[in-house]
Protein backbone atom coordinates (compact mmCIF):
# COMPACT_ATOMS: atom_id res chain seq x y z
CA UNK A 1 0.00 0.00 0.00
CA UNK A 2 1.14 3.39 -1.11
CA UNK A 3 0.40 6.75 1.37
CA UNK A 4 1.55 9.98 1.16
CA UNK A 5 1.40 12.44 3.40
CA UNK A 6 3.17 16.33 3.56
CA UNK A 7 5.99 18.61 5.69
CA UNK A 8 8.78 20.83 4.73
CA UNK A 9 12.25 21.53 4.71
CA UNK A 10 13.52 24.87 5.58
CA UNK A 11 16.93 26.18 4.08
CA UNK A 12 17.39 29.51 4.96
CA UNK A 13 14.83 31.48 4.79
CA UNK A 14 13.49 29.26 2.05
CA UNK A 15 10.90 26.70 2.95
CA UNK A 16 10.32 23.36 0.69
CA UNK A 17 7.01 21.18 0.81
CA UNK A 18 8.32 17.36 0.96
CA UNK A 19 6.68 14.74 0.31
CA UNK A 20 6.73 11.75 2.27
CA UNK A 21 5.95 8.18 0.49
CA UNK A 22 5.53 5.26 2.56
CA UNK A 23 5.10 2.01 0.47
CA UNK A 24 4.54 -1.68 2.61
CA UNK A 25 4.87 -4.93 1.12
CA UNK A 26 5.76 -8.54 2.00
CA UNK A 27 9.30 -8.42 3.73
CA UNK A 28 11.54 -7.58 7.10
CA UNK A 29 13.50 -4.48 5.45
CA UNK A 30 13.36 -0.74 6.12
CA UNK A 31 14.63 1.64 3.39
CA UNK A 32 14.77 5.37 3.72
CA UNK A 33 15.44 7.39 0.38
CA UNK A 34 15.71 10.96 -0.14
CA UNK A 35 19.12 12.55 1.19
CA UNK A 36 18.17 12.31 4.59
CA UNK A 37 21.24 12.83 7.32
CA UNK A 38 21.76 10.81 10.48
CA UNK A 39 18.58 12.54 12.72
CA UNK A 40 16.46 12.15 10.12
CA UNK A 41 17.82 8.09 9.53
CA UNK A 42 17.37 7.73 13.67
CA UNK A 43 13.88 8.75 13.22
CA UNK A 44 12.94 5.24 12.31
CA UNK A 45 14.05 3.92 16.47
CA UNK A 46 12.20 7.09 17.95
CA UNK A 47 8.88 6.06 15.84
CA UNK A 48 9.17 2.60 17.02
CA UNK A 49 9.25 3.46 20.33
CA UNK A 50 6.35 6.28 19.97
CA UNK A 51 4.16 3.38 18.70
CA UNK A 52 4.67 0.72 21.35
CA UNK A 53 4.70 2.90 24.03
CA UNK A 54 1.39 4.21 22.69
CA UNK A 55 -0.52 0.89 22.04
CA UNK A 56 0.62 0.35 18.30
CA UNK A 57 3.04 -1.68 16.68
CA UNK A 58 5.80 -0.89 14.16
CA UNK A 59 4.20 -3.30 11.05
CA UNK A 60 7.01 -6.31 10.27
CA UNK A 61 7.10 -5.73 6.85
CA UNK A 62 9.18 -4.53 3.48
CA UNK A 63 9.18 -0.90 4.03
CA UNK A 64 10.43 1.90 1.61
CA UNK A 65 10.12 5.58 2.47
CA UNK A 66 10.92 8.34 0.35
CA UNK A 67 11.13 12.02 0.88
CA UNK A 68 10.99 13.89 -2.17
CA UNK A 69 12.35 16.12 -4.05
CA UNK A 70 14.52 13.47 -3.32
CA UNK A 71 17.62 15.54 -4.07
CA UNK A 72 16.57 17.56 -1.43
CA UNK A 73 18.77 17.32 2.03
CA UNK A 74 16.91 16.95 4.74
CA UNK A 75 18.06 17.59 8.15
CA UNK A 76 16.58 17.24 11.62
CA UNK A 77 14.19 15.62 13.69
CA UNK A 78 11.06 17.54 12.52
CA UNK A 79 10.48 14.78 10.01
CA UNK A 80 9.16 12.18 12.62
CA UNK A 81 5.77 13.40 13.01
CA UNK A 82 4.92 12.69 9.08
CA UNK A 83 6.82 9.99 9.27
CA UNK A 84 4.57 8.24 11.92
CA UNK A 85 1.87 9.01 10.51
CA UNK A 86 2.61 7.62 6.91
CA UNK A 87 3.74 4.53 7.94
CA UNK A 88 0.68 3.29 10.33
CA UNK A 89 -1.85 4.90 7.38
CA UNK A 90 0.11 2.46 5.29
CA UNK A 91 -0.40 -0.21 8.29
CA UNK A 92 -4.07 0.63 8.05
CA UNK A 93 -3.88 1.86 11.31
CA UNK A 94 -4.74 5.55 10.54
CA UNK A 95 -7.34 6.57 8.08
CA UNK A 96 -5.52 8.43 4.64
CA UNK A 97 -8.61 10.26 3.35
CA UNK A 98 -7.78 13.33 4.60
CA UNK A 99 -3.65 13.05 4.52
CA UNK A 100 -3.39 15.43 1.29
CA UNK A 101 -4.84 18.39 3.08
CA UNK A 102 -2.88 18.98 6.10
CA UNK A 103 1.15 19.52 6.48
CA UNK A 104 2.54 18.53 9.57
CA UNK A 105 5.95 18.74 11.22
CA UNK A 106 7.33 17.71 14.89
CA UNK A 107 9.68 15.90 16.59
CA UNK A 108 8.58 12.49 18.81
CA UNK A 109 9.97 11.30 22.13
CA UNK A 110 9.99 8.05 22.83
CA UNK A 111 6.88 8.18 25.08
CA UNK A 112 4.85 9.61 21.69
CA UNK A 113 4.76 13.31 22.96
CA UNK A 114 5.56 15.82 20.43
CA UNK A 115 8.74 17.98 21.22
CA UNK A 116 8.98 21.72 19.61
CA UNK A 117 10.76 22.11 16.22
CA UNK A 118 12.44 25.64 14.81
CA UNK A 119 11.16 27.41 11.46
CA UNK A 120 7.17 26.60 12.62
CA UNK A 121 6.42 30.38 11.09
CA UNK A 122 8.01 29.85 7.66
CA UNK A 123 6.80 26.52 7.66
CA UNK A 124 2.98 27.98 8.43
CA UNK A 125 2.99 30.80 5.67
CA UNK A 126 4.64 28.21 3.50
CA UNK A 127 1.73 25.78 3.95
CA UNK A 128 -0.94 28.88 3.27
CA UNK A 129 1.29 29.49 -0.17
CA UNK A 130 0.71 25.58 -1.21
CA UNK A 131 -3.16 25.93 -0.15
CA UNK A 132 -2.95 22.91 2.59
CA UNK A 133 -5.98 23.10 4.23
CA UNK A 134 -4.84 22.97 8.04
CA UNK A 135 -1.41 22.44 9.68
CA UNK A 136 -0.58 20.15 12.57
CA UNK A 137 2.33 21.33 14.67
CA UNK A 138 3.82 20.71 18.28
CA UNK A 139 1.68 22.45 21.15
CA UNK A 140 5.01 24.41 21.94
CA UNK A 141 5.50 26.16 18.36
CA UNK A 142 1.23 27.11 18.13
CA UNK A 143 2.11 31.14 18.71
CA UNK A 144 4.55 31.18 15.75
CA UNK A 145 3.12 29.02 13.75
CA UNK A 146 -0.93 30.82 14.71
CA UNK A 147 0.93 34.02 13.41
CA UNK A 148 -0.23 32.82 9.86
CA UNK A 149 -3.95 33.94 9.17
CA UNK A 150 -5.74 32.06 6.35
CA UNK A 151 -4.98 28.57 7.20
CA UNK A 152 -5.99 26.34 10.19
CA UNK A 153 -3.41 25.78 12.64
CA UNK A 154 -3.12 22.91 15.11
CA UNK A 155 -1.16 21.91 17.86
CA UNK A 156 -1.09 18.57 18.69
CA UNK A 157 0.53 17.40 22.28
CA UNK A 158 1.41 13.56 21.28
CA UNK A 159 1.55 10.98 18.40
CA UNK A 160 -2.00 9.62 19.65
CA UNK A 161 -3.90 13.02 18.88
CA UNK A 162 -2.42 13.29 15.71
CA UNK A 163 -3.86 10.24 15.09
CA UNK A 164 -7.03 10.37 16.79
CA UNK A 165 -7.64 13.61 14.52
CA UNK A 166 -7.43 11.96 11.63
CA UNK A 167 -9.28 9.00 12.08
CA UNK A 168 -12.19 11.21 13.43
CA UNK A 169 -12.28 9.79 16.82
CA UNK A 170 -11.29 13.41 18.73
CA UNK A 171 -12.52 16.59 17.52
CA UNK A 172 -9.80 19.47 18.00
CA UNK A 173 -10.46 23.09 16.94
CA UNK A 174 -8.06 25.24 15.22
CA UNK A 175 -5.98 27.71 17.24
CA UNK A 176 -6.66 31.43 16.47
CA UNK A 177 -4.47 34.09 18.51
CA UNK A 178 -5.08 37.76 17.98
CA UNK A 179 -1.22 38.02 17.80
CA UNK A 180 -1.79 41.63 15.98
CA UNK A 181 -3.38 43.16 18.87
CA UNK A 182 -0.76 41.93 21.26
CA UNK A 183 2.39 42.94 18.78
CA UNK A 184 0.87 46.93 18.90
CA UNK A 185 0.36 46.93 22.55
CA UNK A 186 3.97 45.49 23.51
CA UNK A 187 5.44 47.99 21.17
CA UNK A 188 5.48 50.93 23.46
CA UNK A 189 6.94 48.96 26.98
CA UNK A 190 10.62 49.12 27.58
CA UNK A 191 12.51 48.23 30.40
CA UNK A 192 15.42 50.69 29.91
CA UNK A 193 15.15 54.29 29.39
CA UNK A 194 17.37 57.25 28.54
CA UNK A 195 15.93 58.96 31.64
CA UNK A 196 18.16 57.39 33.54
CA UNK A 197 20.99 58.59 31.96
CA UNK A 198 22.88 61.48 33.36
CA UNK A 199 24.96 63.72 31.52
CA UNK A 200 25.98 63.19 28.03
CA UNK A 201 24.46 64.96 26.03
CA UNK A 202 26.18 65.11 23.13
CA UNK A 203 26.23 61.22 23.11
CA UNK A 204 22.22 61.65 23.52
CA UNK A 205 22.29 63.68 20.38
CA UNK A 206 24.49 61.69 18.47
CA UNK A 207 22.58 57.91 19.43
CA UNK A 208 19.01 60.61 18.43
CA UNK A 209 20.56 61.02 15.19
CA UNK A 210 21.65 57.43 14.85
CA UNK A 211 18.38 56.19 15.20
CA UNK A 212 16.65 58.88 13.33
CA UNK A 213 18.28 57.85 10.03
CA UNK A 214 19.48 54.19 10.65
CA UNK A 215 23.60 54.89 10.68
CA UNK A 216 26.35 52.96 12.35
CA UNK A 217 27.98 54.46 15.60
CA UNK A 218 30.96 53.91 17.64
CA UNK A 219 31.75 55.07 20.90
CA UNK A 220 34.92 55.80 22.73
CA UNK A 221 35.41 56.51 26.08
CA UNK A 222 37.43 55.07 28.92
CA UNK A 223 35.68 52.69 31.44
CA UNK A 224 32.70 53.52 33.41
CA UNK A 225 31.41 56.26 31.36
CA UNK A 226 28.20 55.01 29.93
CA UNK A 227 28.93 53.30 26.72
CA UNK A 228 27.32 50.11 27.05
CA UNK A 229 24.21 51.71 29.34
CA UNK A 230 23.26 54.37 26.46
CA UNK A 231 23.89 51.42 23.84
CA UNK A 232 21.58 49.12 25.57
CA UNK A 233 18.68 52.11 25.28
CA UNK A 234 18.72 52.69 21.76
CA UNK A 235 16.08 50.00 20.94
CA UNK A 236 13.69 52.25 22.79
CA UNK A 237 14.19 55.42 20.55
CA UNK A 238 13.80 53.32 17.52
CA UNK A 239 11.15 53.98 15.53
CA UNK A 240 8.38 50.35 15.94
CA UNK A 241 8.61 47.87 13.69
CA UNK A 242 5.96 47.65 11.33
CA UNK A 243 4.05 44.56 10.79
CA UNK A 244 6.28 43.17 7.72
CA UNK A 245 9.33 43.88 9.33
CA UNK A 246 8.14 42.31 12.62
CA UNK A 247 7.35 39.03 10.48
CA UNK A 248 10.56 38.69 8.78
CA UNK A 249 12.66 39.39 12.24
CA UNK A 250 10.44 36.73 13.47
CA UNK A 251 11.35 34.14 11.11
CA UNK A 252 14.38 34.38 11.39
CA UNK A 253 14.47 33.80 14.75
CA UNK A 254 12.10 30.62 14.46
CA UNK A 255 14.57 29.19 12.06
CA UNK A 256 17.59 29.78 14.52
CA UNK A 257 15.00 28.48 17.27
CA UNK A 258 15.59 31.76 19.25
CA UNK A 259 12.00 31.88 19.72
CA UNK A 260 10.45 31.34 23.38
CA UNK A 261 7.48 29.22 23.99
CA UNK A 262 5.14 32.50 25.07
CA UNK A 263 6.67 34.35 21.22
CA UNK A 264 3.84 35.23 18.82
CA UNK A 265 5.38 37.80 16.97
CA UNK A 266 8.87 39.94 17.85
CA UNK A 267 7.17 43.21 18.77
CA UNK A 268 10.36 44.68 19.23
CA UNK A 269 13.79 45.85 17.33
CA UNK A 270 15.79 43.00 18.06
CA UNK A 271 19.35 44.01 19.75
CA UNK A 272 22.07 41.44 19.57
CA UNK A 273 25.12 41.63 21.41
CA UNK A 274 27.57 38.79 21.12
CA UNK A 275 30.40 38.37 23.28
CA UNK A 276 34.53 39.71 21.91
CA UNK A 277 35.27 35.29 21.67
CA UNK A 278 32.29 34.85 18.66
CA UNK A 279 33.54 33.24 15.99
CA UNK A 280 33.22 34.11 12.30
CA UNK A 281 30.26 31.24 11.50
CA UNK A 282 28.25 32.43 14.74
CA UNK A 283 28.27 36.30 13.58
CA UNK A 284 27.16 35.41 9.69
CA UNK A 285 26.06 32.51 9.82
CA UNK A 286 26.17 28.83 8.43
CA UNK A 287 27.99 25.37 9.57
CA UNK A 288 27.52 22.18 9.02
CA UNK A 289 23.61 22.72 9.64
CA UNK A 290 23.27 26.21 8.70
CA UNK A 291 21.67 28.44 10.89
CA UNK A 292 21.56 32.36 11.09
CA UNK A 293 24.33 34.54 12.45
CA UNK A 294 24.28 37.55 14.78
CA UNK A 295 24.04 39.89 12.32
CA UNK A 296 20.83 38.26 10.56
CA UNK A 297 19.53 38.09 14.64
CA UNK A 298 19.79 41.82 14.17
CA UNK A 299 17.96 42.33 11.07
CA UNK A 300 15.88 45.53 11.68
CA UNK A 301 17.73 46.14 15.01
CA UNK A 302 20.65 46.88 16.50
CA UNK A 303 23.75 45.05 16.73
CA UNK A 304 26.17 45.96 19.31
CA UNK A 305 29.78 44.95 19.96
CA UNK A 306 31.29 45.82 22.97
CA UNK A 307 35.31 46.59 23.63
CA UNK A 308 35.74 46.24 20.21
CA UNK A 309 39.45 46.14 19.56
CA UNK A 310 39.19 42.21 21.77
CA UNK A 311 37.15 41.06 18.69
CA UNK A 312 39.15 38.98 16.79
CA UNK A 313 40.34 41.09 13.33
CA UNK A 314 39.82 38.40 11.32
CA UNK A 315 35.51 38.22 12.67
CA UNK A 316 35.65 41.63 12.40
CA UNK A 317 36.43 42.00 9.03
CA UNK A 318 33.53 39.72 7.56
CA UNK A 319 31.28 42.92 8.50
CA UNK A 320 32.23 44.65 5.80
CA UNK A 321 30.61 43.28 3.29
CA UNK A 322 27.41 43.03 5.37
CA UNK A 323 27.27 46.66 6.08
CA UNK A 324 27.11 47.66 2.58
CA UNK A 325 24.89 45.36 1.07
CA UNK A 326 22.49 44.67 3.96
CA UNK A 327 22.49 41.21 3.41
CA UNK A 328 24.97 37.95 3.87
CA UNK A 329 25.54 35.56 0.75
CA UNK A 330 26.77 31.96 3.21
CA UNK A 331 28.26 29.71 0.29
CA UNK A 332 29.52 26.67 1.41
CA UNK A 333 30.58 23.42 -0.57
CA UNK A 334 26.98 21.22 0.05
CA UNK A 335 24.73 24.35 0.20
CA UNK A 336 24.31 28.06 -0.63
CA UNK A 337 22.11 30.65 1.35
CA UNK A 338 21.06 34.19 1.30
CA UNK A 339 20.12 35.85 4.87
CA UNK A 340 18.85 39.55 5.15
CA UNK A 341 21.28 41.92 7.87
CA UNK A 342 19.36 45.03 7.82
CA UNK A 343 20.97 46.21 10.89
CA UNK A 344 22.41 49.47 12.91
CA UNK A 345 25.97 48.91 14.15
CA UNK A 346 26.87 50.36 16.83
CA UNK A 347 30.33 50.02 19.00
CA UNK A 348 32.19 51.02 22.08
CA UNK A 349 35.49 50.67 23.11
CA UNK A 350 38.62 52.08 25.14
CA UNK A 351 40.78 54.54 23.86
CA UNK A 352 43.74 52.85 24.87
CA UNK A 353 44.33 48.88 26.49
CA UNK A 354 44.08 50.51 30.02
CA UNK A 355 41.22 52.90 29.25
CA UNK A 356 42.55 55.57 30.44
CA UNK A 357 44.35 57.58 27.37
CA UNK A 358 43.52 61.56 27.71
CA UNK A 359 41.18 60.95 30.94
CA UNK A 360 41.92 63.97 33.03
CA UNK A 361 41.17 62.01 36.24
CA UNK A 362 43.03 58.76 35.47
CA UNK A 363 46.82 58.49 34.20
CA UNK A 364 47.17 56.34 31.23
CA UNK A 365 50.16 53.70 31.82
CA UNK A 366 50.45 52.12 28.18
CA UNK A 367 53.04 52.92 25.74
CA UNK A 368 52.70 54.59 22.28
CA UNK A 369 53.48 51.61 20.37
CA UNK A 370 50.60 49.70 22.65
CA UNK A 371 47.76 52.27 21.98
CA UNK A 372 48.89 52.32 18.41
CA UNK A 373 48.27 48.54 18.29
CA UNK A 374 45.47 48.43 20.03
CA UNK A 375 44.13 51.13 17.49
CA UNK A 376 44.87 49.06 14.48
CA UNK A 377 42.72 46.02 15.45
CA UNK A 378 39.97 48.51 14.15
CA UNK A 379 41.09 48.44 10.17
CA UNK A 380 40.38 51.54 8.42
CA UNK A 381 37.54 49.84 5.86
CA UNK A 382 36.07 48.87 8.76
CA UNK A 383 36.09 52.48 10.59
CA UNK A 384 35.46 53.78 7.32
CA UNK A 385 31.93 52.05 6.72
CA UNK A 386 30.69 53.86 10.56
CA UNK A 387 29.25 56.99 10.23
CA UNK A 388 29.29 58.38 13.36
CA UNK A 389 32.31 58.15 15.58
CA UNK A 390 31.70 59.75 19.23
CA UNK A 391 33.89 60.30 21.91
CA UNK A 392 32.62 60.33 25.57
CA UNK A 393 34.42 61.79 28.76
CA UNK A 394 33.94 60.57 32.60
CA UNK A 395 30.47 62.14 33.79
CA UNK A 396 31.45 64.19 36.09
CA UNK A 397 29.62 64.10 40.20
CA UNK A 398 27.91 67.37 39.70
CA UNK A 399 26.04 65.45 36.87
CA UNK A 400 25.39 62.37 38.61
CA UNK A 401 24.16 63.59 42.14
CA UNK A 402 21.34 65.33 40.39
CA UNK A 403 18.03 63.95 40.95
CA UNK A 404 16.08 65.84 38.05
CA UNK A 405 16.51 62.34 35.26
CA UNK A 406 17.29 63.29 32.14
CA UNK A 407 15.31 63.68 29.12
CA UNK A 408 12.75 60.27 28.61
CA UNK A 409 13.07 57.56 25.64
CA UNK A 410 9.55 58.75 24.86
CA UNK A 411 10.40 62.26 24.15
CA UNK A 412 13.45 61.14 21.80
CA UNK A 413 11.10 58.24 19.86
CA UNK A 414 8.69 61.01 18.82
CA UNK A 415 11.64 63.00 17.42
CA UNK A 416 13.12 59.79 15.81
CA UNK A 417 9.39 58.92 14.42
CA UNK A 418 8.88 62.54 12.63
CA UNK A 419 12.50 62.59 11.14
CA UNK A 420 11.64 58.39 9.69
CA UNK A 421 8.25 60.02 8.04
CA UNK A 422 10.23 62.57 6.18
CA UNK A 423 12.40 60.13 4.92
CA UNK A 424 9.63 57.33 4.29
CA UNK A 425 7.79 60.25 1.98
CA UNK A 426 11.31 61.03 0.47
CA UNK A 427 11.80 57.33 -0.62
CA UNK A 428 8.16 56.03 -1.18
CA UNK A 429 9.33 55.82 -5.07
CA UNK A 430 12.69 54.01 -4.22
CA UNK A 431 11.97 49.84 -3.72
CA UNK A 432 14.13 48.93 -0.38
CA UNK A 433 15.00 52.51 0.45
CA UNK A 434 13.82 53.21 4.00
CA UNK A 435 15.91 55.80 5.75
CA UNK A 436 19.14 57.99 4.97
CA UNK A 437 21.40 55.09 5.66
CA UNK A 438 20.55 53.08 2.72
CA UNK A 439 20.93 56.00 0.22
CA UNK A 440 22.70 55.41 -2.80
CA UNK A 441 25.21 57.82 -4.45
CA UNK A 442 22.61 59.36 -6.72
CA UNK A 443 20.39 59.82 -4.10
CA UNK A 444 22.51 61.35 -2.31
CA UNK A 445 23.15 64.14 -5.32
CA UNK A 446 19.34 64.40 -5.77
CA UNK A 447 18.80 64.90 -1.56
CA UNK A 448 21.64 65.55 -0.28
CA UNK A 449 23.50 68.28 -1.93
CA UNK A 450 25.57 70.89 -0.10
CA UNK A 451 25.34 74.63 -0.90
CA UNK A 452 29.04 76.08 -2.09
CA UNK A 453 29.77 77.73 1.92
CA UNK A 454 29.01 74.02 2.82
CA UNK A 455 31.19 72.47 0.25
CA UNK A 456 33.82 74.63 0.80
CA UNK A 457 33.96 73.50 4.74
CA UNK A 458 33.54 70.00 3.74
CA UNK A 459 36.28 69.98 1.46
CA UNK A 460 38.47 71.61 4.16
CA UNK A 461 37.45 68.52 6.35
CA UNK A 462 38.12 66.07 3.59
CA UNK A 463 42.12 67.22 3.62
CA UNK A 464 42.37 67.97 7.07
CA UNK A 465 41.04 64.44 8.19
CA UNK A 466 42.62 62.87 5.33
CA UNK A 467 38.78 61.43 4.92
CA UNK A 468 37.92 59.25 1.88
CA UNK A 469 35.59 59.09 -0.58
CA UNK A 470 32.96 56.68 1.36
CA UNK A 471 33.37 59.14 4.61
CA UNK A 472 32.37 62.03 2.61
CA UNK A 473 29.53 59.87 1.44
CA UNK A 474 28.29 58.93 4.97
CA UNK A 475 28.81 63.02 6.38
CA UNK A 476 26.46 63.52 3.60
CA UNK A 477 24.00 60.89 4.63
CA UNK A 478 24.65 62.08 8.37
CA UNK A 479 23.96 65.88 7.27
CA UNK A 480 20.67 64.41 6.06
CA UNK A 481 19.53 63.39 8.98
CA UNK A 482 20.06 66.50 10.86
CA UNK A 483 18.56 68.27 8.35
CA UNK A 484 15.38 66.11 8.72
CA UNK A 485 15.60 66.39 12.30
CA UNK A 486 15.63 70.05 12.18
CA UNK A 487 12.57 69.61 9.80
CA UNK A 488 14.99 71.36 6.70
CA UNK A 489 13.80 70.77 3.13
CA UNK A 490 17.65 71.82 2.47
CA UNK A 491 20.65 70.74 3.94
CA UNK A 492 22.57 73.47 5.11
CA UNK A 493 26.11 74.15 6.85
CA UNK A 494 25.44 73.57 10.28
CA UNK A 495 24.12 70.04 9.72
CA UNK A 496 27.44 69.86 7.60
CA UNK A 497 29.39 70.91 10.51
CA UNK A 498 27.82 68.83 13.20
CA UNK A 499 28.27 65.85 10.81
CA UNK A 500 31.97 66.32 10.32
CA UNK A 501 32.33 66.66 13.84
CA UNK A 502 31.24 63.02 13.94
CA UNK A 503 34.26 61.77 12.33
CA UNK A 504 36.79 63.15 14.98
CA UNK A 505 37.67 59.48 15.36
CA UNK A 506 39.04 58.85 11.80
CA UNK A 507 42.45 57.44 11.02
CA UNK A 508 43.94 61.04 10.02
CA UNK A 509 43.00 62.39 13.68
CA UNK A 510 44.57 59.68 15.44
CA UNK A 511 47.48 60.56 13.70
CA UNK A 512 47.58 64.13 14.64
CA UNK A 513 46.92 62.99 18.35
CA UNK A 514 49.73 60.51 18.14
CA UNK A 515 47.94 57.26 18.11
Known amino acids: MLVKTYTAAVNGLEVTTVTVEVSMNRGVLYHLTGLPDNAVKESRDRIAAAMQNNGFKFPVADITVNMAPADLRKEGSSYDLPLAIAILAANNKVMSDHLNEYLMVGELSLDGQLQPVRGALPIAVRAR ?22 INVYGMESLNDVINFFNGTQQFEPTVIDTRREFYEQQSHFDLDFADVRGQENVKRALEVAAAGGHNMIMIGPPGSGKS ?3 KRLPG ?18 IAGKLSRDTSLISQRPFRAPHHTISQ ?41 PLEDRHITISRAKYTL ?19 YGDPTHTCVCTPGQIQRYMNKISGPLL ?3 DLHCEISQVPFSELSKLKPGEPSEKIRERVIKARQIQEVRFKDFKGIHCNAQMTERMLHQ ?20 LSARAYSRILKVARTIADLDNSEKVQALHIAEAIGYRNLDRGDWAERGL
Not at 238 to 254: C, G, M, R
Not at 447 to 466: G, N, W, Y
Open 129 to 150: KEKFKGLIVPKQNIREAAVVNQ
Open 338 to 356: EYPCSFMFVASMNPCPCGY
Open 237 to 254: ILPPLSLAESLETTQIHS
Open 384 to 386: DRI
Open 229 to 231: MMA
Open 281 to 321: VALVGGGANPQPGEISLAHNGVLFLDELPEFNKSTLEVLRQ
Open 447 to 466: FAEPDAASMDMLRIAMERLK
